[in-house]
């Protein structure tokens, strides 16, 4: 019910208790002192009422600890804990009367005990009572802290579950749509892209349960994907990577780069005589993709699913958007990096 620190402070609490109500007659010891007056020091007595306040205290903090058990049942709890305390304070009250009368009636007067007595009792119930309340009110937030959490981690496993599932058949389907045109062009060359290809499938199938990979693995499935893209345009696109190799274990999202550049060939001209060119750099610990702009005169379809699915994987794994700059002759972006 409670965990081993939680129990400890429940004792220390109670032991507190007991010496703040009990210590305090350790001042008739001092001779004229006030409650001289009406008790005269006996360690055996003081002793006694300590351990018999003890007794309650902790009582008291398993009677209230045991409320959890009814917590689907507001009102038989709060019944059931009334009327154990009660009982506890009956019990406490005539076990402390029982010992006080039959073994140091003689030296305080009855009167004076049982007003004291009980004013301990029932300030030491209330106490832990406020105690135990504390604990059980942490002990509940915490709770549904963690089940918020498991939750909150719940919902972000599948919402990138989906978005990876989302990034994969659009990138296939449209290398399976370059690859029927080139074998109708040039079967060797066709060769080489299903073997490239194959290798992009490969690095999908081993990386479809991670969601941060090092740069090098990006940077070398890249290498595949842009062996395709040339087979396609040949000089029509030129791709500049300047990357120094102590960032190459950094990490960014799984399949970040290669919609970055297919997001550019498929909104810009590529020719020969136009070339498109692209750049990969950092800047500090920030991973920069731009490329020129050379606008198609049909434009391209597109509703911008591949940067927001990227800008929403790197918000959920990285705690970080992307920054997207666009000026008339380029566009830029900017990948968080977790160096």
Known sequence: MFSPTEKK???YTALFITLAFNGSKLMALRPGAFIAQYWHFNGYELFCQAVLNLAVCIAAAYINMRYVQYGKKPFTGIVWV??????????????????????????????????AYILRLVASQALMGILIKILLLIKENNRKDKENEQLRNAYLNAQLQLLKEELNPHFFFNALSSLSSIVREDPQKAQQYISHLSKMFRYSLNRQEKSLVTLKDELTMLDSYLALQKMRLEDGLAVNINIPQQYYNSKLPYMSLQPLLENAVKHNMASAGAPLKASIFLEGDILVVENN???????????????ANLNERCRILMHQEIAIEKTPDKFVVKLPLQV
């Not at 702009?293 to 940067?307: K, W, Y």
């Open 9 to 11: 402070l429940v004792w």
């Open 293 to 307: 702009i050379q606008p198609l005169r049909l434009p391209a379809e597109g509703n911008g699913t591949g940067l």
């Open 82 to 115: 009334v009327a154990a305390n009660t009982g506890l304070l009956v019990a406490g009250f005539f076990a402390g009367m029982l010992v006080q009368v039959k073994f140091f009636g003689d030296d305080t007067p009855l009167t004076v005990f049982l007003g």
